[in-house]
């Protein structure tokens, strides 16, 4: 079976480098995601004291797999992605330290529920043993024109 080529990860975000922590989109439906990074000295906030990045980060590379999602969405439609807000995490447990240096790690990301502009998802981290070493759910947000406008002029909408 052949396996879907995916666009590059920075067609997808509407953030720029060094704020791009995941590295691909490895496979998705309408409504899951599953993407994938690796940890180096390069990685963005790479402690080398702890030889990784922070486990709190995980709460990020959940949200940047979500977003990798509607992306894929707004690519397929020839658009540019949206810019979303992770509104909260709930439940977010992480059963290491770090992701540790030379480490790929897998982000899946599953919609529970959503509305308009507001979305639910249950996500998880597995490490290259297939072990589940981050789990949370989280909630986002599209952002409409008026909100962004609302935003940058700081005014209510």
Do not use: W
């Amino acid at each position: 079976m052949k396996q879907k080529v995916y666009p590059p990860i920075e067609a997808l975000l509407p953030h720029s480098h060094p704020m791009i922590l995941i590295d691909s989109v490895v496979q998705h439906t309408n409504n899951m995601v599953e993407c994938e990074f690796t940890i180096s000295p390069k990685s963005f906030l790479f402690d080398s004291l702890i030889n990784g990045v922070p486990a709190q980060a995980g709460v990020e590379y959940m949200a940047q797999t979500i977003a990798a999602l509607g992306g894929l969405a707004s690519y397929e439609r020839g658009e540019a992605p949206s810019i979303g807000f992770l509104l909260g995490a709930r439940r977010y447990h992480h059963r290491e330290s770090c992701f540790l240096n030379g480490h790929r790690y897998l982000v899946h990301a599953q919609e529970l529920m959503s509305d308009s502009s507001v979305a639910v998802y249950q996500c998880k981290i597995l490490n290259d043993k297939n072990q589940e070493v981050a789990s949370g759910q989280v909630n986002t947000v599209v952002a409409s024109s008026s909100m962004l406008n609302a935003l940058i002029n700081n005014t209510e909408q």
